[in-house]
C-alpha cells in the first residue's frame, strides 16, 4: 500500500505514521525526520535545512523533491509500500511525486487528510517533547511521561522542538494554510483523497485509519 497523511503541523501525522507503519509492515518515510537527522550532520546542506525549519517556513521544492525520491527509489519502498509523512506538502510536489510514482511503476493508494482545529494544534504543538534518544514522542498533558523531561522507554531527555515554540507554530500554520488548500483541491480532483478528523485522541484516529483500510482492502 502508498499513503500519504496530509494535515497541518500538529495533527498528529508522525504519530499515526508511527503505529501504521508498524502494523502494516510499511516503510514510514518523514520529511521532516530526515531533514532534522540531517540538520545535526553539521554539512552545509544540514545547515540550510536547520535554518529553514527554525524560521517555520519550507523547503524550496527541488530540495524537498530530490531527497524525497532518492529516498523512493530504495528498494525496500518498492517491495513493501511506503507511507508518507509531511510530504507533499505543495501541489507542486505532489505533481513531482506522482511523476516519479509514474515513472517507478507505481501510484498512490490514498491520501488521508486529517482535518484539525487551530486550538487543537496549538495546544498539541506547544506541549509536545521529543526523546533525543529514541525519538519517542510525548505531551507535557495529553501523553505526560511517568518522570517529568525524561523518556519512559530509554531515559533520554524530552527537549521541545526549536518550531514548536508558540510563534514559529503560528508562523508554520500560516505557511500550511497558504501552501496547502490546492493541495487537498489537487488531491480531491484525483479521486484519492478521504478525510478524517484530526481533533481525535490517538488511539479513536488510528481505530478510523484502521478502519478506513481495512474496509477498503488496501493491506
Ligand atoms: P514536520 O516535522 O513535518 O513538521 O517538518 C518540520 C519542518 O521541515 C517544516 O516546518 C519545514 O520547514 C520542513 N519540511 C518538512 N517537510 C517538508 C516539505 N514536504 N516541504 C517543505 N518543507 C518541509
Redesign the pocket.
Known sequence: MRLVLLGP??AG??TQAKVLSGKLSLVHI???????QASKSGKELGRK?AD??????????E??NQI?IERLSEADVKDTGFIL??????KE?ARVLDEALNDMGMHLDVVVYMKTSKKVILSRLTGRRICRQCGSIFHVQNIAPKVPGICDYCDGELYQ?D?DKED?VLK?LQ?YQDQTKELIDYYTKNDVLKTVSGDLEVRQLYDVLYELFGSERLI
Do not use: A, H, I
Request: charged share 25%.
Open positions: 503541523p500538529g501525522k508522525g518523514s520529511t521532516g525526520d530526515m531533514f532534522r535545512l529553514y525549519m527554525n524560521r517555520g517556513v519550507l523547503v524550496p521544492d530540495v524537498v524525497v509523512d509531511g510530504y507533499p506538502r505543495t510536489q522542538r518550531d514559529t508554520r505557511v
